[in-house]
């Protein structure tokens, strides 16, 4: 249980019970959450990939979320959330004074956003993901390492397919520092939510439900499996 996940735990615990009455079921327990885009089509690609992400969590790891939360900038809830979702579109608009503070704050205090520009190149989405970010303080990104603990959370991953798997993934170049080492803002461009949501079992779809097994686990434990590497020098070290 890292210091990640318990800092999410006070947290809702600190809510007023008032507060708390006037929420929906989030507060009770852990959900997938994913960011509305107006685009219909878009949106319930996403809430049907990240359904059966959900399921698959359920059956083969001891993560159990309960439901699959569509969200808007302007929610004062994010911090239930410690993953969010979020397909880039060509029309969404950039954010505006309350939802660039809302999702300043989330990012500040240990939320994590995987940005989805859904397309290899820098095409219409990844330009308009620049616009919708421009109020963000985001952190400096690197591209993602074949060290990365990502790539080990649950499953032993090389690469991070979705539907696409030549895009470009970049994560967090100093996430090793003060956040369990999880990378506050990711940004690729696979789309992963089409292939979660893909009802043919393929190759494809399982590797992409494997990257997002451990996206969530690696949301909730931080860099708990990178810690482990370490376990048998500190062993030694302690004569044991």
């Not at 990939?49 to 159990?64: H, I, K, V, Y």
């Not at 900038?73 to 239930?80: C, E, I, N, T």
């Not at 790539?151 to 996430?175: H, I, M, Q």
Request: overall charge neutral; charged content about 20%.
């Amino acid at each position: 249980f890292s210091r990640r996940a318990f800092g999410f735990f006070v947290l809702a615990i600190l809510i007023s019970p008032q507060a708390q009455a006037a929420m929906d079921k989030p507060a009770s327990g852990l959900h997938l959450a994913y960011m509305q885009t107006g685009n219909a089509a878009i949106d319930a690609t996403s809430r049907a990939g990240l359904d059966n992400l959900r399921q698959a969590l359920a059956r083969r790891t001891s993560a159990e979320p309960e439901d699959v939360i569509a969200l808007s900038p302007q929610a004062r809830d994010l911090a239930l959330y410690p993953l969010i979702y979020w397909p880039v579109t060509p029309e969404q608009p950039p954010l505006d004074g309350e939802a660039a503070r809302n999702i300043q704050f989330y990012l500040d205090h240990g939320g994590t956003i995987l940005f989805d520009t859904r397309e290899e190149g820098i095409g219409p989405n990844a330009l308009q993901l620049r616009k919708l970010t421009a109020a963000l303080n985001i952190p400096a990104l690197q591209p993602i390492g074949k060290d990365h603990v990502l790539g080990k959370t649950f499953y032993l991953l090389r690469s991070f397919p979705g539907r696409l798997d030549n895009a470009p993934f970049w994560v967090e170049t100093r996430s090793l520092s003060g956040r369990d080492g999880v990378s506050s803002v990711m940004i690729g461009g696979n789309d992963w939510a089409a292939a979660w949501a893909d009802t043919h079992p393929s190759r494809r779809q399982e590797m992409a439900l494997r990257f997002g097994i451990n996206l969530v686990l690696y949301a909730l434990t931080g860099n708990y499996k990178a810690d482990q590497i370490h376990v048998p020098f500190i062993l030694e070290r302690l004569g044991q």
